[in-house]
């Protein structure tokens, strides 16, 4: 099978960063020149920079983390508990156990992802990391959203349930960075 260089996929990765944070953060006329300078420096300042390429799906899954565990310390409102509160408004101590258990339960599935990203990377074997990476991650993520709504509804029959696509609006509506 045939790769394109690193350097392609990263140049290109470069120049649409560069657009987004242009658009969102300048009006200055020139701004358009930002993603191909972008894509140029990557793609000829970085010859052997194949390693560049492992690190999104370890990012990732640790600013996911990161997301999820800060919101368990002591005085925060775990984050699983904040989407519950827009569906049943106040909790009961039985459901706010229940959210932070699930936000400890979310917590550790992106740092098992980010660990098992990093681990597959170093071993060298790209056909597993690509495999583990670009669809089974994606699985561990939809099998316990969509796992976790089948069992609460089940466990928590007398509670108002919304639909997950509902919930997934919830978490749009929620704000992610607060305390």
């Known amino acids: 099978m045939h790769y394109a260089p690193p350097a392609a996929a990263l140049a290109l990765l470069a120049a649409l960063a560069a657009f987004v944070a242009c658009t969102l953060f300048t009006r200055h006329p020139a701004r358009w020149l930002a993603p191909p300078a972008a894509a140029a420096a990557f793609f000829f300042g970085l010859h052997n920079a194949q390693w560049l390429l492992y690190l999104p799906p370890v990012a990732v899954n640790l600013a996911l983390c990161w997301l999820f ?3 368990l310390a002591r005085g925060r409102v ?4 904040r989407f519950a509160m827009l569906e049943q408004g106040t909790l ?22 980010a660990l098992t990203a990093l681990l597959l990377a170093l071993s060298g074997n790209r056909d597993a990391w690509s495999l583990f990476t670009n669809l089974v ?10 796992g976790e709504f089948a069992y609460r509804r089940l466990r928590f029959r007398s509670y ?5 696509l509902q919930l997934l609006r919830n978490v749009r509506r929620t704000d992610l960075l607060g305390r």
């Open 137 to 146: 991650n994606y699985l561990l993520v939809a099998a316990l959203f969509l």
């Open 160 to 164: 108002r349930h919304q639909s997950p």
């Open 69 to 71: 565990g800060r919101t």
């Open 92 to 113: 009961s101590d039985e459901l706010a156990r229940y959210t932070r258990a699930l936000t400890w339960l979310w917590t550790l599935l992106f740092a098992g992802a």
């Open 78 to 81: 775990p984050l699983i508990a």
